[in-house]
C-alpha cells in the first residue's frame, strides 16, 4: 500500500526535521510514504487564506487516484492508537489502495471544505501546531505498523 501524507510549509527546524525523517525512514519499511508539502498562504486574512489553502490542495488531490482521504481535523472522531492501527490494516487489504492523510495549514480549513470530507480523525481536543502533529501522525503511522504486525514497540 502507499502512504500519502499532504500538509503545508515546510519544516525548517533541524531538530524537527531530524525526527520527522527518522519516522519516515522507519515507516518506509511496512510502506511507501509519500510525503507532500504544499506551499502554506498566511498573509492573508483567514478567510482568503483558507479559500487558496484548499484550492491548491484539491488541485493536489487530483493527482491522487484510488484513495481514502483522512483529513486530520481536531473536531473529527477521536481514534486510539489500535483504531488507527485497524484503519491502516482494513486498507492494505485493497490491492493498489492507499491512504491519504491530510494536515490543515496553520489556519486550519473552513467547515464548507471539511464538510466534503466524511473521514475526519482527531487525536485529541487540543490544538497542535500543524507541523509538531505531522511528527506524532508519522509516529502513530510506525506504531501502527507495529500493532499490525504484532511487533514489540515501547507502550
Ligand atoms: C494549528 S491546527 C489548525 C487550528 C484551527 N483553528 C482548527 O481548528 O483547525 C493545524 C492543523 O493541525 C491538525 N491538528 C492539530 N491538532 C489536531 C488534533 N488534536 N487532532 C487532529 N488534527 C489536529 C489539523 O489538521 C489542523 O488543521
Known amino acids: 500500500m502507499n502512504i500519502n501524507i499532504i500538509c503545508f510549509g515546510k519544516m525548517d527546524d533541524k531538530n ?3 525526527l520527522l525523517l527518522n519516522y519516515q525512514n522507519k515507516i518506509k519499511f511496512y510502506s511507501k510514504l509519500n510525503f507532500v508539502e504544499l506551499k502554506e498562504e498566511i498573509n492573508l486574512d483567514l478567510k482568503s487564506a483558507q ?3 484548499e484550492k491548491l490542495l484539491e488541485e493536489k488531490l487530483n493527482n491522487f487516484k484510488n484513495t481514502t482521504i483522512i483529513l486530520a ?14 484503519m491502516i490494516e482494513t486498507n492494505k487489504d485493497f490491492q493498489g489502495a492507499n491512504l491519504t492523510f491530510i494536515i490543515g495549514p496553520s489556519d486550519g480549513f473552513s467547515d464548507e471544505f ?4 466524511p473521514h475526519k480523525i482527531s487525536f485529541g481536543k487540543i490544538t497542535l501546531p500543524h507541523q509538531l502533529f505531522r511528527i506524532i501522525l508519522l509516529e502513530q503511522i510506525f506504531r501502527s505498523f507495529k500493532i499490525i504486525n504484532h511487533e514489540k514497540y515501547h507502550k
Open 73 to 86: 481535523d481536531i473536531q473529527g472522531v477521536d481514534v486510539t492508537s489500535e483504531q488507527l492501527a485497524k
Open 16 to 18: 524537527s526535521l531530524a
Open 114 to 117: 471539511k464538510n466534503k470530507y
Open 51 to 53: 479559500v487558496k489553502n
